[in-house]
């Protein structure tokens, strides 16, 4: 009689575990879903004019820095600025990171109105500079 409990209880056992073993799989199967489901929404074609506006400007400015940083040609440089602006865009998306920094509030016409002052002050110091060479 104590042969047959025991192999009672491990087949008990056994059917808990295969229900264990299915929900856990569910489980996994459901998360897996979700973090596709992120993904696509992550992608580009459903990002906003404003975020991929972003992450241009993102893009630009690394690729500058990276210009002037290394040896890469400016063409080089620029581009991997603006494709690792984008694959982070699409990373930081979908991973949901968020560092408490807040949110960007950045419009257009003060995207316009920075370039005109930034050409405006270039222009201004290509003057000076013309001046400073020119011997008087």
Do not use: C
Request: glycine share 10%; proline share 2%; no cysteine.
């Amino acid at each position: 009689m104590s042969a047959q409990t025991v192999a009672e209880k491990a087949s008990a056992a056994a059917s808990e575990t295969k229900e264990e073993i299915k929900d856990v799989g569910k489980a996994a199967e459901g998360k897996l879903e979700q973090l596709w489901q992120r993904i696509d929404e992550a992608r580009l074609k459903n990002r906003t004019p404003d975020e991929i506006v972003g992450w241009l400007i993102m893009g630009l400015l690394v690729g500058g820095i990276l210009a002037r940083a290394t040896d890469l040609r400016r063409w080089s440089a620029l581009t991997f600025g603006l494709i690792g602006a984008f694959l982070g865009g699409i990373v930081a998306h979908v991973t949901k990171l968020d560092l408490g920094l807040g949110p960007v509030l950045i419009r257009y016409e003060d995207l316009l109105v920075s370039l005109v002052g930034a050409v405006l002050i270039l222009l201004v110091a290509r003057r000076f500079m013309s001046r400073k060479k020119k011997p008087t």
